[in-house]
């Protein structure tokens, strides 16, 4: 039995918003969105997510996934919000891949290795690490002179020596079920913020004699939080980038790819050029040879072979015919 665990009840103080963090939009959707498409990739068996901050609204969100819920009343640590899932994933134990609902450029197969590594070793839990040059405000991964995991230690609660360790903890966990509960049920809030810390089990887990699996991210960007608003442009425009690196090897000429945006669900065929600050999205589709100038923005269009569309159009719910000329300005909707 393989579980996924989301954890998404924190508000986001960083985002210095009214909205729930996880329903902040990145290319386009909520970035929880991002990673439950990237779990619904795996073998996972069930998926529970954790709500709090906004509860109702997050739950009507995420209607269109097979998920269920647990609610986490108090913001008592992610120790604690892993704990109010106790009943669900007990009912049922296995393992559990535990990740929070802020990071959406994880990637399917990052997940899919973990998963590997972790049911490979007869280790009860594994931790995804990467490393970065600059790990303020990172928690970090301490350990022995062979590279044994001994603990991680939050920023707030590192001593200088350990603030210039350079490998912090992503946040994503593989754990047995049952070790997990016994390790939290040890776990205390004697630390700077009063909280129960789900990295505690680390050095629960070598107490109790066993050894810890380190899964190590070698795309750090990946696995870091959305936390700031300023993080929440940095991960669109990641997205943004990989999307039209695909378009363009697919046989899609992008004149000016900072400047263009095209959404994950349209299709372009081969040989189509799309000119600068131009945007597509809705269910979109686009044939061969097209000519799209310069800052058009079309919506839910069905647009035959060579198309060519001037600039500074608007087009909603539009149907245009093969080596159709559609003229500069131009504001159609309808079929």
Known sequence: MVSSLILAAGKGTRMKSDLAKVLHEVFYVPMIYHVLDAVNTLSVDRTVVVVGHQKDRVEDSLQDYSVSFVEQREQLGTGHAVMCAREQLLKKPGTVLILCGDIPLIKPQTLSKMLEKHHATSFPLTVMTTKLEDPTN?????????????????EKDASPQEKMINEINAGIYCADTKFLFEALDQVGSDNSQGEIYLTDIVDIANKSGHLVNAFVAQEPLEVLGVNSRIELALAHKSMQQNRNEELMAS??????????????????????????????????KIGK???????????????????????????????????????SYTVRSGY
Request: charged content about 20%; overall charge negative; glycine content about 8%.
């Open 289 to 327: 040879h097209c000519i799209i100038e310069p800052y058009t923005q079309i919506i839910d269009c069905c647009i035959g072979d060579n198309v060519t569309i001037g600039p500074f159009c608007h087009l909603i719910n539009c149907r245009l015919e093969p080596g159709e000329k559609v003229n």
């Open 138 to 154: 990172y928690g970090r991964i301490v350990c022995d002179s062979d590279g044994k995991v001994l603990r991680i230690v939050e």
């Open 251 to 284: 046989g899609v000429t992008l004149i000016d790819p900072d400047s263009t945006y095209v959404r994950m669900q349209v299709s372009i065929e081969n040989d189509t050029v799309i000119h600068p600050g131009v945007h597509i999205s809705g269910d979109t």
